[in-house]
């Protein structure tokens, strides 16, 4: 072994000779707990719904009166939905034969999507701010 090598660890020795372990405080894992717990209870967020109780209430009853009054109106369709827009509809699919009931539900699904993408995006948008 070089002299010089030697002297490296001689002075490595005596350093760590004197210099002795800290050890941490008796309160130490407790402090260090408690802290972790408070960042946990401000990280929990309180469940909020994307749609409130109203909303769906409002949904039910427009869907319970739309249900009743078709089965009340019969064959009787004053119900029209741009006459235009459902017989493109029905021209685009000639050799499929729908009922008017089903034609007015695959017309309603695109609105009922786009109001569902706003709303989530409302929602993710708000949730990102902070």
């Not at 005596?14 to 717990?37: A, G, R, Y």
């Not at 990280?43 to 949904?59: A, G, T």
């Not at 993710?124 to 701010?129: G, L, R, T, Y």
């Amino acid at each position: 072994m070089k002299e010089s090598d030697k002297n490296i660890e001689d002075l490595i020795e005596k350093m760590m000779s004197e210099n002795t372990l800290e050890s941490p405080s008796i309160d130490f894992v407790s402090t260090v707990m408690s802290q972790v717990l408070l960042a946990e209870e401000r990280k929990v967020k309180i469940y909020k719904p994307l749609i409130s109780k109203q909303i769906w209430m409002i949904i039910a009853a427009s869907l319970i009166v739309l249900t009743i009054y078709a089965t009340i109106s019969g064959n009787d369709h004053s119900f029209v939905i741009s006459k235009s827009y459902t017989d493109a509809f029905s021209n685009l699919f000639s050799g499929f034969h729908f009922s008017e009931k089903v034609l007015y539900a695959i017309l309603i699904v695109p609105f009922m999507i786009l109001i569902q993408i706003t709303l989530l995006k409302n929602y993710f948008d708000k949730k990102h701010q902070f």
